[in-house]
Nanobody, 120 residues
């Protein structure tokens, strides 16, 4: 079965950095776009960054210049490098991807999330 598993979250001070990883596992034929979302306390889930299979990227205005999304197709992994972190970056970060399992049709998957807390 296909799964997405996030890692790399934690507690950091304002101005610090974290790198999140999201690894896809299982019988996978192809992964299309991969996306990072986040949800802060009391707020709706929002898109942070996404990346196509060809490497084209998109970012929320609030993280432009600070975050970088990348992927390693051989490892079936997407990364989110987060620099100059601010308290308002605090939230649960979720990985999302459109994946073709072997012998099956395209399906959208969510990871379980990883907590990022930025202290002031």
């Amino acid at each position: 079965q296909v799964q997405l598993v996030e890692s790399g979250g934690g507690l950091v001070q304002a101005g610090g950095s974290l790198r999140l990883s999201c690894a896809a596992s299982g019988s996978i034929s192809r992964i299309n776009s991969m996306t990072w979302y986040r949800q802060a306390p009391g707020k709706q889930r929002e898109l942070v960054a996404d990346i196509t299979s060809g490497g084209r990227t998109n970012y929320a205005d609030s993280v432009k210049g600070r975050f970088t999304i990348s992927r390693d197709n051989a490892k079936k992994t997407v990364y989110l490098q987060m620099n100059s972190l601010k308290p308002e970056d605090t939230g649960v970060y979720y990985c999302n991807a459109d994946i073709w399992p072997v012998g099956a049709n395209l399906y959208n998957y969510w990871g379980q999330g990883t907590q990022v807390t930025v202290s002031s």
